[in-house]
């Protein structure tokens, strides 16, 4: 389980019209208390996917490292589910699934960041190949496993799940829930 505070949100300049959704919810910022571990399982119920997958940015600092980890899994898992999707266009051998792996083995600590970067270059040529080709059922899956791969750093492994998400805001119900289950299973319970 994974938690941030009101003073970690605060310092990591959340958006106040979300901050103060969440902090009502909860009876307020001075009842709850600036400092109390709020559960990110939490904000999933009260505020939704987006503001949850915010909050892996500012969690406890003892669980960063953790946070970490679990963002770079679920954009792999993210990207896993729309790989396939994917229809390769004339010339392309790259296969989603062989970046997605490299990318969770790099969030185990069993491959290097020299592996990780290859596998998010061949993905993006594959995406922008891929755009040029505007083969737009497959578009999706293209680049959320080319997000996923070239997350090397904690911030943009983040922006990989977040873009991940966010694909599938305009009307894909049936999407949005199925992420929201693989944050609650990462996240386990309180």
Aim: a negative charge.
């Amino acid at each position: 389980m994974l938690h941030t505070t009101f003073a970690l949100a605060e310092e990591a300049d959340v958006c106040s019209g979300r901050y103060d959704k969440f902090a009502e919810a909860v009876g307020g910022v001075k009842e709850y208390g600036k400092d109390t571990p709020i559960p990110l399982t939490r904000i999933l119920e009260v505020n939704g996917i987006r503001d949850a997958l915010w909050c892996f940015r500012c969690v406890l600092p003892e669980e960063r490292q953790e946070a970490d980890r679990m963002v770079r899994l679920l954009a792999c898992d993210f990207a896993e589910h729309v790989a396939p999707n994917w229809i390769a266009p004339p010339g392309v051998v790259w296969k989603p699934a062989d970046t997605i792996e490299v990318s969770r083995r790099f969030a185990l600590g069993k491959a290097t960041k020299a592996e990780l970067l290859a596998a998010g270059r061949a993905a993006w040529r594959a995406a922008r190949a891929e755009s040029s080709a505007r083969a737009e059922s497959s578009g999706r899956a293209a680049w959320s496993t080319a997000s996923a791969a070239r997350a090397e750093s904690s911030g943009s492994a983040w922006w990989a799940a977040w873009h991940g998400a966010e694909s599938a805001r305009s009307g894909e119900s049936a999407e949005r829930q199925w992420q929201e289950e693989q944050i609650k299973r990462y996240l386990g319970s309180d």
